[in-house]
C-alpha cells in the first residue's frame, strides 16, 4: 500500500531570517534602517541636549521681525521696515528670477555650441571644444567673481552719463552701460494699456491657431495656405489697438538730470544680476553643449543618410531628423543642470546679489543669530524647488520620449 | 539623505560648543595656544605684515592674553573670521576669544550667548566718499549707491539713517573690506561706509589718501570690543582683566620700558602699581595665574596707550586721534575699574 505524505508544509522558523536567501536581504535591511533610525535619534538629542545647554532654543518668531537691512534688488515692495519673512521672499524671488533667466541662456547656448562642435568646419568646432573645456573646467565661483570683476572695470561709473555736459552720451537716447549695470527705457502704462496687452495675448492665439490651421490644411488637401500670415496677426492688431487708444503704452528713457549720484528711473539690469546670469549661463552652457552633442551623436549616422538620400537639407535633417531623436538623450542629464543653476545661484553673495542665500542665509542669519533655523528653511526651499524643476522637467521628458507600445 | 549629513554636521557643532563651554583656560593650556579669531585684514587693527606676522591693535590684545596666561606672546594662532563667520567660529569653540572690531549690541550680548569683556575702541560708523562729488554733509547723500559690509551692525545703521532723513540709497552688500576697497575705487558705489577708524584704516592703504573725505556725520555709537562664549565666567575675567590691565598701566605710567624694574619689587608709595604687577596681594591667583600675568601681558606691546600709537595713532598712516579712547582723565571714555 503506498503511503501519501503530504508535501511539507512551509512553516517559518526565526533561523529562516538569516539562512533563507528570501529573507536575509531583508532583515540585513531592517538592522540598516534600526541603526540608522538610531544614530539620527542620537544626533538629534545630542543637538537639542547641546542647545538647551547653552541657553538657545529653536524658534521661527524672529521672521515676523522688522528686518532691519535694505536690498538693492527687489521685484516686490519691500523696505526697511517689512519683516525678515518679506526679505525671505524678495531672495526667493531673485533666486528664482536669475535661475529662470540663466536656464533659458545656458540651454540657448549650449545647444548652438553643442550642435556646432560637430561641425565640419574646423575652426568652428575646435573654437566650440576650446569653450566647453575653458568654461567646464574653471570653477563657476571663479566665473562669477571674474565676470563680476570685469563689467564693475569695463563700463563707466553713472557720473558720466549725468548733468548737464555728460562725458558720455546714452546709447540711442536711453541705453546706459555703466559699471552698476544696464540702464535701459522703462515701460509706462497708461490709461487703455490693459485693452492694448489683452488685443496682443488674443492675438497670439489667433496667430497659433492660424499655423496649426495651415498645417491641418496642407495634411488633408494638400494646399498651401501662406504661412506668413502668422506674423502679420501677431502684430498688427496690437500695433493698431495702441494707435487707436492713443498710445496708452509708452516707453521713459532714464534720467539723467534728476540725482547727482546715479541716473534715475527707467529699468536698471543691475550688475550684480548681469554678473550672476552671464556666469551661470556661460558656465553651464559648456555642460548642456556636451550632452547635446552626446545626444546628436546617439542618432544613429542611418538615420541622417536616410533623411538626405530623401532630399532633406541639412538644416532640416537636424531639425526634423536628428534633435527629435536625440532630445531623449538630452532631456535627463538636461534636468540635472538646471538643478545646477539654481543651486549654483546660492554663490550670489560674490557679487552682492540679493538671492535666498544672501537675505535669509546671509543677513537675517547674521542679524537675528537664528542659523539653525535659516538653514533649515535654506534646505526646505532648495529641495522644493528642485523636486518642483525636476518634475516638470520629468513631465516634458516623457512627452519625447520613445513611445513604447 | 542629504537632510541628515546636515543634521550631523550641526550636531557636531552643537558638541564642539558643548564640550568647549567649561574650562577654556584649561583647554588652552593644555594646547599651549590661544585660537583668537581676528578680521582677514584691516590695516591698524588686524593684518600681517610684510614678513606674514599678524599685526594690529586687536592683535596686541591676542597677544597680551597669550602672554598672561601661556607666557609667551607668540603663542597665538590667529583665526581670520569674516562679518558672517565670527560669531559662529566663537560659539563653536573654534577660537578662545574674538578681537575683531565687534560691536557690543544687546542682541549679541544677551540673545546670541556672548560676553563682552570690555570696550577697546569707542567707534562710530561713518561714511567715505571721493573728494570730487563735493559731499560735504551725509544728509546730501540722496540717491547714492552705498557699499556696505554685510552681517555687520552698519547695515543696520545706515537703514536707520537714510530712513530717519528720508532719503534713498542703493545699498551694494559685500563680503570683505578688500572687495569693498576695490568697488569703492572702481565707482561701482560712490560712498563706502564703516566704522570711522575702518575708514581711515581703508583709507590710508589708496595711493592718494587726499583724493577722499570722511563725512562728518558719525550715525552710531560703536563700541567695539574683545569677546568670549557665555558661560565660562573664569575665561572671562582672564581676559576682561587683561584688557584693564592695559588700560590701568597707562592711566599708572606702566610702560613697555619701564614695567620690568617696577614690578621687580613693591614699593610702598604706588600700592595700585604693586597689585597691578603682584609685588603685592594675590590677584594673579584669584585669577588662575601666576603673580606676574599682568606684568607679562604689559611687557609684550606696552601698554594702551603704547598699542594704539604704535598700530593706529597719529604717528602712522592711519592717523587717528585718541579722541574718545583717551584716559578718563584727558576727557576720553576709558576708565578700567580698580585692581584691588
Not at chain 1, 327 to 356: C, E, F, H, M, W
Not at chain 2, 181 to 193: E, K, N, P, R, S
Request: hydrophobic share 45%; aromatic share 8%; with cysteine.
Amino acid at each position: 500500500m503506498a503511503t501519501l505524505t503530504d508535501p511539507p508544509q512551509e512553516s517559518f522558523q526565526l533561523s529562516m531570517l538569516l539562512n533563507d536567501t528570501r529573507y536575509r536581504s531583508y532583515t540585513f535591511q531592517f538592522i540598516a534602517l534600526i541603526v540608522l533610525i538610531a544614530i539620527m535619534a542620537y544626533l538629534m538629542s545630542n543637538l537639542f541636549a547641546n542647545l538647551r545647554a547653552a541657553g538657545l532654543n529653536i524658534s521661527y518668531g524672529f521672521l515676523t521681525d522688522p528686518a532691519g537691512y535694505d536690498i538693492n534688488q527687489r521685484l516686490i515692495e519691500y523696505d526697511s521696515q517689512s519683516t525678515h519673512l518679506r526679505a525671505a521672499l524678495v531672495g526667493i524671488l531673485n533666486t528664482l528670477l536669475v535661475a529662470s533667466m540663466a536656464c533659458v541662456t545656458a540651454t540657448i547656448l549650449g545647444v548652438i555650441a553643442g550642435v556646432l562642435r560637430l561641425s565640419k568646419n574646423w575652426l568652428v568646432s575646435k573654437l566650440m571644444a576650446f569653450y566647453v573645456e575653458a568654461f567646464r573646467n574653471v570653477p563657476v565661483f571663479i566665473w562669477i567673481l571674474m565676470i563680476g570683476t570685469f563689467v564693475t572695470l569695463s563700463g563707466d561709473a553713472p557720473k558720466a552719463f549725468l548733468g548737464e555736459n555728460p562725458s558720455r552720451e546714452m546709447f540711442l537716447g536711453g541705453f546706459a552701460f555703466t559699471n552698476r549695470g544696464l540702464y535701459m527705457p522703462a515701460v509706462t502704462a497708461g490709461a487703455g494699456a490693459g485693452i492694448v496687452v489683452l488685443v496682443f495675448l488674443a492675438s497670439i492665439v489667433a496667430a497659433f491657431w492660424w499655423r496649426s490651421h495651415v498645417k491641418k490644411t496642407l495634411f488633408k488637401t494638400g494646399k498651401l495656405l501662406p504661412a506668413w500670415v502668422f506674423w502679420p496677426i501677431l502684430i498688427v492688431p496690437a500695433i493698431l489697438a495702441q494707435l487707436v487708444l492713443g498710445s496708452p503704452l509708452g516707453l521713459i528713457a532714464p534720467d539723467t538730470m534728476a540725482n547727482r549720484f546715479n541716473i534715475q528711473g527707467g529699468l536698471l539690469l543691475g550688475k550684480p544680476l548681469i554678473a550672476l546670469w552671464l556666469a551661470l549661463s556661460v558656465y553651464t552652457g559648456a555642460f548642456i553643449a556636451e550632452n547635446v552633442r552626446a545626444g546628436i551623436q546617439a542618432v544613429n549616422r542611418g538615420q541622417t543618410e536616410a533623411a538626405a538620400s530623401l532630399g532633406l537639407r541639412p538644416g532640416r535633417i537636424m531639425n526634423l531628423v536628428v534633435l527629435p531623436q536625440a532630445l531623449r538623450v538630452i532631456i535627463p542629464p538636461l534636468i540635472s543642470q538646471y538643478l545646477n543653476i539654481t543651486k549654483n545661484s546660492s554663490l550670489a553673495i560674490a557679487v552682492g546679489y540679493a538671492d535666498i542665500t544672501a537675505t535669509l542665509g546671509g543677513i537675517t542669519l547674521n542679524q537675528t543669530g537664528r542659523a539653525i533655523e535659516c538653514v533649515l528653511l535654506l534646505m526646505l526651499f532648495y529641495l522644493t524647488i528642485s523636486l518642483l524643476i525636476s518634475a516638470v522637467m520629468n513631465v516634458y521628458n516623457k512627452s519625447v520620449s520613445l513611445k513604447e507600445r | 539623505m542629504n537632510k541628515s549629513v546636515v543634521f550631523g554636521a550641526l550636531t557636531v557643532a552643537g558638541l564642539a560648543a558643548g564640550a568647549a563651554a567649561a574650562g577654556t583656560l584649561d583647554d588652552v593650556k593644555a594646547r599651549g595656544k590661544l585660537n583668537c579669531g581676528v578680521s582677514t585684514g584691516l590695516v591698524g587693527f588686524a593684518a600681517p605684515d610684510a614678513s606674514g606676522e599678524w599685526k594690529g591693535f586687536d592683535v596686541a590684545v591676542c597677544r597680551a592674553v597669550a602672554a598672561a596666561v601661556l607666557d609667551d606672546p607668540s603663542a597665538v594662532e590667529f583665526v581670520p573670521t569674516t562679518g558672517k563667520t565670527r560669531f559662529t567660529a566663537l560659539a563653536s569653540g573654534e577660537i578662545d576669544m574674538l578681537a575683531r572690531n565687534t560691536t557690543w549690541t544687546f542682541s549679541r550680548d544677551v540673545d546670541l550667548k556672548f560676553e563682552f569683556v570690555g570696550v577697546n575702541y569707542y567707534d562710530g560708523q561713518g561714511f567715505m566718499i571721493p573728494k570730487e562729488l563735493g559731499v560735504s554733509s551725509a544728509k546730501e547723500l540722496d540717491g547714492a549707491t552705498v557699499c556696505i559690509q554685510t552681517g555687520t551692525t552698519t547695515e543696520l545703521n545706515l537703514a536707520d539713517f537714510f530712513r530717519a532723513n528720508n532719503i534713498s540709497y542703493e545699498p551694494v552688500p559685500i563680503e570683505t573690506n578688500a572687495e569693498a576697497q576695490q568697488q569703492y575705487l572702481a565707482g561701482a558705489c560712490d560712498v563706502y561706509t564703516t566704522d570711522a577708524s575702518g575708514l581711515a584704516a581703508t583709507r590710508a592703504t589708496f595711493e592718494n589718501p587726499g583724493d577722499h573725505i570722511v563725512l562728518p556725520e558719525i550715525v552710531s555709537k560703536e563700541p567695539l570690543g574683545p569677546l568670549v562664549r557665555h558661560g565660562d565666567n573664569e575665561w572671562g575675567d582672564i581676559v576682561r582683566w587683561t584688557l584693564n590691565a592695559l588700560i590701568s598701566a597707562e592711566e599708572l605710567g606702566v610702560t613697555s620700558t619701564n614695567v620690568a624694574g617696577l614690578g621687580e619689587k613693591a614699593n610702598p608709595e604706588t600700592p595700585e602699581i604693586n597689585r597691578l604687577l603682584g609685588t603685592e596681594g594675590n590677584l594673579g591667583e584669584m585669577l588662575g595665574l601666576d603673580a606676574d600675568w599682568a606684568k607679562r601681558a604689559i611687557a609684550v606691546e606696552g601698554n594702551y596707550g603704547e598699542i594704539f600709537e604704535k598700530n593706529i595713532g597719529e604717528s602712522t598712516p592711519i592717523g587717528l586721534a585718541r579722541g574718545l579712547n583717551g584716559q578718563w582723565k584727558n576727557g576720553g571714555l576709558l576708565y578700567s575699574p580698580p585692581f584691588r
